[in-house]
């Protein structure tokens, strides 16, 4: 059971255009919505967070956009960078629960921006 | 260390033999997560502490899995009688909060490849 799901496995941009990067999440109980970056041979790195009594979070060239009835969250890069080249993981969690530390990831989608 | 120490980094064993993977934490944080990630997937919830006590031990797989923290800080993940459906990448997170606001910090992973 995927509870938080991203559809794309990958996607390509041009430098200095927009990324989208998409998720969906099923359980309804999730309260705060994550989007976490990778490069290779690295950990994930935390890049925006959205709790859910917003519908956009916005950090320099980088903004999440949720809504709520739907069950969807985005990540917009604008302009894209060749160094935004990574795997995007989107994650959520239910911050009032017990289990704070209990992320929900995604399968990730793999950006590359070619200049 | 300046971030999260992760040994060894590349661990391969035969089916049957125990397996300890060792993590360091940034040092002051609270919170410790072990997360494992399966080839094109995202990191799946293992198990998490705050301070030395284990909060929620729920995404073992199973009781060949277990977890410590007993001093609160450096943390060990054994898995005895390892399978080769063990082989992953098993990846440990620290947040400085209990219980974590979902922003972990998250080290360089141990690939362990069961044979």
């Known amino acids: 059971d995927q509870q938080v799901k991203q559809n794309s496995p990958s996607l390509s941009v041009q430098e200095g255009r927009i990324s989208i990067l998409n998720c969906d999440y099923t359980?309804?109980?999730?309260?705060?919505f994550l989007w976490y970056k990778k490069y290779p041979a690295e950990g994930p790195t935390f890049l925006i967070s959205?709790?859910?009594?917003?519908d956009k979070n916005e950090d320099g060239r980088f903004t999440v956009f949720l809504n709520k009835s739907a069950k969807h969250l985005s990540l917009h890069i604008v302009p894209s960078q060749p160094g935004d080249s990574a795997v995007y993981f989107c994650?959520?969690?239910?911050?009032?629960?017990?289990?704070?530390?209990?992320?929900?990831f995604g399968q990730g989608t793999i950006l590359t921006v070619h200049p | 260390g300046a971030g999260v120490s992760q040994s060894p980094r590349y661990k391969v064993t035969k089916r049957g033999q125990d397996v300890a993977l060792r993590c360091d934490p940034i040092?002051?944080?609270?919170?410790l997560y072990w997360y494992r990630q399966a080839l094109g997937q995202g990191p799946e919830f293992l198990t998490y502490?705050?301070?030395?006590?284990?909060?929620?031990k729920s995404g073992l797989p199973n009781d060949r899995f277990s977890a410590e923290r007993p001093e609160g800080s450096i943390s060990t993940l054994t898995i005895q009688r390892t399978e080769q459906r063990d082989s992953a990448m098993y990846r440990c997170a620290s947040s400085l909060p209990p219980g974590g606001a979902g922003e972990l910090f998250f080290g360089e992973g141990s690939r362990l490849t069961v044979l």
């Open positions: 359980n309804s109980m999730f309260d705060y």
């Open positions: 959205i709790s859910s009594i917003k």
């Open positions: 502490f705050n301070y030395e006590a284990q909060q929620d």
């Open positions: 994650a959520a969690i239910r911050r009032g629960g017990t289990s704070y530390g209990k992320l929900t």
């Open positions: 040092s002051g944080h609270v919170s």
